[in-house]
C-alpha cells in the first residue's frame, strides 16, 4: 500500500492518492509530504525513489530491506534505518525494520511488516497537525519513538526468563536448561548487535549536525538516545546474568558430584574393616580354629559394631552433615 499524507501551509492535512501533483508538492517549502511505502513492488519503489532523487545506494537498501540500524547522510537529505522488536518467539530476535529518508520538507518511509505502527504515528499527526511546524523530522521522532518503545517489553519478558531460569538451574540443573542458557547468551548476543548501533542513529540525529533535522528536534531524538542507553544497559545487565548462570550450573554440576563422590567415599570407608574381618575368616589355611562357636559369633558383632562405631566417628568429627543424615 503507498500512502501520502500532506502537511499544506494553512496546517491542514490530508491523505491523497499517489499522483502526479508529487514534484509540485515537493518543491513547495512550506507544504510537509510524507509518503509511506508497505509492501510495494520493485518497480514501484524504484519509481518513487527517482521521484524524490534518492541516490541508487539508497534505492538498493529500499529493495533489499534486511539492513543493520545506520545513519547516512545523501545530497539532500539524510537516510536512517531503525528497528522495532517483536514479541519473542522462540530463541530468534524478529525485528521489524523501518527504511526512512527525510529531506528538507518531505519523508519517505519503507516497511514490510504491520501498517499498525504507521497508523498510529497518522492519527498522531492528524491529531496535532501543529507538531509538524518543525519539518518532517517529527514523522522521523514519533516513528522512531514506538519503535524504541517496543524494546521494553520484550526486555522485561525476557528479565523474567532469566529470574525463573536461575531458580531452575540451582534446584534442578538439567541439559535442557544448560541449552536454554546458550540459547539467550546466542539472543542476547543478537539483541545488542540491534541495540549498540541504533543507539550511535540517535546520537548523531540530537547533535544538529544535519540540515534536514530541525534543531528543535533534537532533544526528543536526545531522549531516544537515553531510552537506547538504557535498553543497551538491561542487555549487558541480562548477559552478565545469563554469564553467571552458567557459573552456577557449572558449580552446582561439580558440587553434587563432590557431594557423591563423598558419600561414595564413606560408604567405601565403612565397608573396608567388613571386609577385613569376612576376608581374614575365608582364608583356606588348617590352623585357624573354625570349630569355635564363639569366634563366628565375635566376628558377626565386629561386623555390627565397627560400622555402627566409624559412623558415630564420622558424626563427631562433621564429616557427614544435616543432609547426609
Known amino acids: 500500500m503507498l500512502q501520502v499524507l500532506v502537511r499544506h501551509p494553512d496546517g491542514q492535512i490530508e491523505e491523497r492518492p499517489w499522483g502526479s501533483d508529487l514534484h509540485e508538492l515537493l518543491q513547495d517549502p512550506h507544504s510537509c509530504v510524507w509518503v509511506g511505502l508497505d509492501g510495494e513492488p520493485q518497480d514501484r519503489v524504484e519509481a518513487v525513489g527517482r521521484q524524490f532523487g534518492l541516490h541508487p545506494v539508497t534505492i538498493e537498501d529500499l529493495l533489499h530491506r534486511n539492513q543493520r540500524p545506520k545513519l547516512e547522510e545523501f545530497d539532500g537529505y539524510v537516510f536512517v534505518v531503525v528497528h522495532g522488536l517483536k514479541p519473542m518467539q522462540g530463541d530468534e530476535v524478529s525485528t521489524e525494520e523501518f527504511d526512512i529518508a527525510l529531506g528538507r520538507n518531505w519523508i519517505l518511509s519503507a516497511h514490510d511488516g504491520s501498517n499498525e505502527l504507521i497508523k498510529r504515528v497518522c492519527d498522531q499527526v492528524v491529531a496535532a497537525p501543529k507538531a509538524l511546524d518543525s519539518g518532517p523530522s517529527f514523522i522521523l521522532y514519533r516513528i522512531s519513538d514506538l519503535l524504541v518503545d517496543s524494546y521494553f517489553p520484550a526486555l522485561e519478558e525476557l528479565g523474567e526468563e532469566i529470574d525463573v531460569l536461575e531458580d531452575d538451574v540451582v534446584q534442578r540443573p538439567t541439559k535442557e536448561r544448560l541449552h536454554r542458557i546458550f540459547a539467550l547468551k546466542r539472543l542476547l548476543v543478537n ?52 554469564s553467571n548462570l552458567l557459573d552456577i550450573y557449572l558449580a552446582t554440576i561439580s558440587n ?15 565397608f573396608m574393616p567388613l571386609g577385613f574381618i569376612t576376608g581374614f575368616f575365608g582364608m583356606n589355611f588348617t590352623g585357624i580354629p573354625y570349630g569355635w562357636n564363639w569366634l563366628l559369633g565375635g566376628a558377626i558383632l565386629a561386623v555390627a559394631i565397627v560400622p555402627l562405631a566409624m559412623l558415630i566417628w564420622f558424626l563427631r568429627r562433621g564429616w557427614i552433615g544435616d543432609s547426609d543424615r
Open 256 to 270: 553434587r558430584l563432590n557431594e557423591v563422590m563423598r558419600r561414595l567415599t564413606m560408604i567405601a570407608t565403612i
Open 191 to 242: 539483541l545488542r548487535k540491534l541495540v549498540s548501533p541504533q543507539r550511535e542513529v540517535y546520537n548523531a540525529l540530537s547533535r544538529r549536525d544535519y540540515p534536514y533535522i530541525d534543531p528543535k528536534s533534537a532533544a526528543y531524538f536526545r531522549d531516544l538516545h537515553d531510552h537506547l542507553i538504557r535498553a543497551n544497559e538491561i542487555v549487558e545487565s541480562y548477559r552478565d546474568l545469563v
